[in-house]
Structures are given as C-alpha cells and as structure tokens.
C-alpha cells in the first residue's frame, strides 16, 4: 500500500570538513537547497565549517529553516554557525544526538567521519531496536559508501544483522530522490520475535 509520511524536519549528518572532491560540496549544496524547497527544516550540528556549513548556508539562502545543535565544549572553538534559524548548545554529545533524534522526522548521513559514522550507526540501532522508527538514509555520492555497504552485507551474511535491518536503509546519490525515498518509505517489518530467536540459539549452541 502506498503511502507518504510527513516529513516536515531531516537531521543531516556530514562532515566538518570539505573533503578533496569539489561533488561533496556540490552535492550539500543541492541537499541544502532541496530541504529548503520542499519546506523541510534542517537539523543538524550546527557546525560554520565543512559539509556542514555548505549544507546549512545553502538551506538558509534557499529561505529554509536550520537548527543547529553543538556540544559547548565544541561551540568554544568558535565553529559555531552564528546565522542559523535556531542554535541550540548542549552539555555533551550525548545529549545533542538525542535532541537531534527528537527534533527530526528523518536522517540523512552524507560523507564524513568518526562523528559522521557514529550518529548513523547510533540512529540506525534506535531503529533497529524500536527507540525511534524514522527513516535513515544515506546520501551516496561519490560512492563513498559502497564499502560500509558491502560490510554491512558481510554482516548480514555472517548472521550479525538481519537482512530486514539492512534492507531498510534507504540509500541513493541524488538528493532529490533520497527525499521521495524518504517521503514514501515503507518499512519491511522484522518478526517480533527476533530478539527471542537470538537468546534460543545462544542457549542451544551453549549447550552444545
């Protein structure tokens, strides 16, 4: 059955640097820009440097609505973007992945780092778990992704992930895709039951 979700904030996570490809640029830009245009508020670390800052001017001299969200420890360093339709600063990271979760409908993860990877994964888990069914997609461009991919098929096949989980990360190269993917995401259910299946076999190779 199709359907559309209303989607009216995305949380972006992205690199605080600009990397030595001229298409990451280009391509925050365009999904600054498609936020903006599809009246969708950006969220994101609220950071005046790298991807993040692309991303966050593009959406704002789109007329978009930007949050930004940054640690103090880190808005001391005076990479904090000052321009921003809101800033809020938190006392930890912890603290600002979970106002990230609570202030967005989605998540997009664009090329980055450590921190990058950390906020993917940490949403992916929520989804995982059942803490917050929101889509998470990641913005393929350049391929940057195609290896972290492909490890997470190797932790399908090696029986880490199931194949439901995977399969529900929304993955493309185009921006303004990626959003429809969003918009009409339909989730593949994973049996209830499968944290259960996990303990059975654990007790039945324990025993063995």
């Not at 005046?48 to 360093?77: C, H, Q, S, Y």
């Not at 979760?101 to 888990?125: H, K, N, R």
Request: hydrophobic fraction near 45%.
């Amino acid at each position: 059955m199709n359907h559309t979700l209303q989607i009216n904030s995305i949380c972006v996570f992205c690199g605080s640097a600009l990397g030595k490809d001229a298409i990451y640029r280009k391509t925050a830009a365009v999904l600054g820009k498609a936020l903006a245009d599809n009246n969708i508020e950006l969220v994101y670390g609220g950071s005046n440097i790298g991807l993040m800052r692309v991303l966050a001017d593009a959406a704002m001299e789109a007329g978009g609505k930007v949050t930004g969200i940054m640690p103090k420890l880190l808005a001391k360093k005076e990479i904090l973007h000052s321009g921003l339709t809101r800033v809020i600063t938190v006392d930890t990271m912890a603290e600002r992945k979970h106002l990230m979760g609570e202030y967005s409908d989605a998540f997009i993860t664009m090329p980055g780092g450590y921190g990058t990877l950390d906020e993917l994964f940490e949403v992916l888990s929520w989804f995982q778990l059942g803490i917050a069914k929101k889509p998470v997609a990641i913005l393929n461009v350049n391929d940057y992704f195609y290896h972290l991919l492909q490890f997470l098929d190797l932790t399908v096949a090696q029986g880490y992930l199931r194949s439901e989980h995977r399969e529900n990360i929304l993955v493309d190269k185009d921006p303004h895709i990626l959003i429809e993917k969003i918009r009409t995401f339909n989730e593949i259910e994973v049996d209830s039951k499968w944290v259960d299946m996990l303990i059975d076999d654990t007790r039945k190779n324990h025993k063995s």
